[in-house]
């Protein structure tokens, strides 16, 4: 029997631009979009906030990108002469302090009605992305709310010192907790490598 195939290739379908807009907007994650020369394009909310902890005491304006993004720009902008055909990705992290880590991804972006390429930065806030790990991880292992707020403590960099001090609870409690999870993650783990060898 001859295999059918449709009399035209389908077309890729179009996306409202208010749609794309929402979806930016929802990203946990800061999404700036500039111009070669540092104009700023678009950003989300997530990018405009972390912009702003990145201007805390530098001389930058607010309508200024932070000299410690517009680093990883520049680097971007200058691999293009080593690296012509090659997608490059730029990367790097800032800390302000222990618990305010940014990390900043660089690479081009390039758009169908455009001539010139802009330059897509990725601002991620390590320690919101921690505490969402965190909480799948909770919902994953199924841990009880007293279990997911070591977790959440634990995976934030917290000793077991202070997660105790912070939970009222005493060292030789968080030790049982910690175990208990772990001992959830494991069967969790296995669960799962055994449905995966089922269905393969």
């Known amino acids: 029997m001859p295999n059918s195939f449709p009399a035209t290739q389908p077309t890729a379908p179009t996306v409202s631009p208010f749609l794309l807009q929402g979806v930016l907007e929802g990203l946990t994650d800061g999404i700036l979009i500039l111009s070669e020369q540092g104009e700023w394009i678009y950003h ?24 410690v993004i517009w680093r990883n720009c520049e680097a971007l902008l200058e691999s293009r002469t080593l690296f012509p055909d090659q997608p490059v990705v730029i990367e790097s992290e800032v800390t302000l302090n222990p618990s305010d880590v940014y990390r900043i991804r660089v690479r081009w972006l390039t758009l169908e009605d455009s001539s010139r390429p802009y330059l897509a930065v990725l601002l991620e806030d390590r320690r919101q992305s921690m505490q969402s790990r965190a909480i799948a991880e909770a ?59 089922s269905s393969g």
């Open 44 to 67: 989300n909310y997530y990018a405009y906030c972390i912009c702003q902890r990145l201007h805390q005491g530098s001389g930058d304006t607010k309508e200024e990108v932070p000299e």
């Open 139 to 197: 919902i994953l292992y199924d841990l009880t709310p007293r279990q997911a707020d070591v977790w959440l403590l634990r995976r934030a960099g917290f000793s077991y010192q202070q997660i105790a001090m912070e939970l009222y609870i005493t060292l030789n409690t968080v030790k049982r907790h910690l175990k208990d999870i772990r001992l959830k993650q494991k069967l969790a783990i296995e669960a799962e490598a055994s449905s995966c060898r």
